[in-house]
């Protein structure tokens, strides 16, 4: 079935730009996101990127989609200690969105 | 205020007593799902519902049940708890109809311990 592997841990110091990479196996995937879990939440949609774009911007993140490689990350500018939390990659496939697999999450850890 | 509610939040149970977890949401969505949370592994979906009445396995349904009598309840139930059972589970829920792009509405979670 799909996969999809993220590193589980990231550690960055407040104001450096952090990037979160994930990678996927499925090749009919339509659409890519990027949830984010703050400590005791439900995740929330950060952002997303349809599979015919190669970038999205939207204020600090970025998102980059290699299609060959099957390779998505987001970037985080001017990284602050209100980005410490849990960043979990999904996609979904052309069969149907309402099977959305997600990896295993990131979390990121600023240090002030 | 949209949102998806569960209950309860936290609950310790012992082997074999049956429970429920609600989950309601206020947003006239078509499509609900149940995850687990567990370290290491991600979000994994037991069960979703494209519509009242309509339900199906995700990849780890084993000892579990749901139901979608209405469309806007997705109660996940645990027939015979197990200690495997212990997680974080989340539901959410989903728009269908119309162009959207898919985004998942997650519940606040709730914290599971068998003992």
């Known amino acids: 079935g799909e996969d999809v592997e993220q590193s589980l841990f990231l550690s960055v110091r407040e104001g450096d730009s952090s990037v979160i990479n994930c990678t996927y196996t499925?090749?009919?995937?339509?659409?890519l996101y990027w949830y984010k879990q703050e400590p005791g939440a439900g995740l929330q949609l950060l952002t997303y990127i349809f599979s015919n774009m190669d970038m999205k911007q939207d204020q600090r993140l970025t998102v980059l989609l290699n299609k060959k490689d099957k390779h998505l990350s987001l970037r985080i500018a001017d990284t602050q200690t209100g980005d410490s939390a849990i960043y979990f990659c999904a996609e979904t496939s052309s069969g149907g969105y309402q099977k959305v697999t997600f990896g295993t999450g990131t979390k990121l850890q600023v240090i002030p | 205020e949209a949102q998806v509610t569960q209950n309860p939040r936290y609950l310790i149970t012992v082997t074999g007593k049956k429970l429920t977890v609600t989950c309601s949401q206020n947003m006239n969505h078509e499509y609900m799902s149940w995850y687990r949370q567990d370290p290491g592994l991600g979000l994994r979906q037991i069960y979703y519902s494209m519509n009242v009445e309509v339900t199906d396995k995700g990849d780890v349904p084993e000892g579990y049940k749901v139901s979608r009598k209405e469309k806007r309840n997705f109660p996940l139930i645990l027939e015979s708890p197990s200690p495997n059972q212990t997680s974080l589970y989340f539901c959410a829920s989903s728009l269908m109809r119309g162009v959207n792009t898919g985004e998942l509405f997650f519940g606040e979670g709730s914290r599971l311990t068998v003992l």
């Open positions: 499925d090749s009919s995937s339509t659409y």
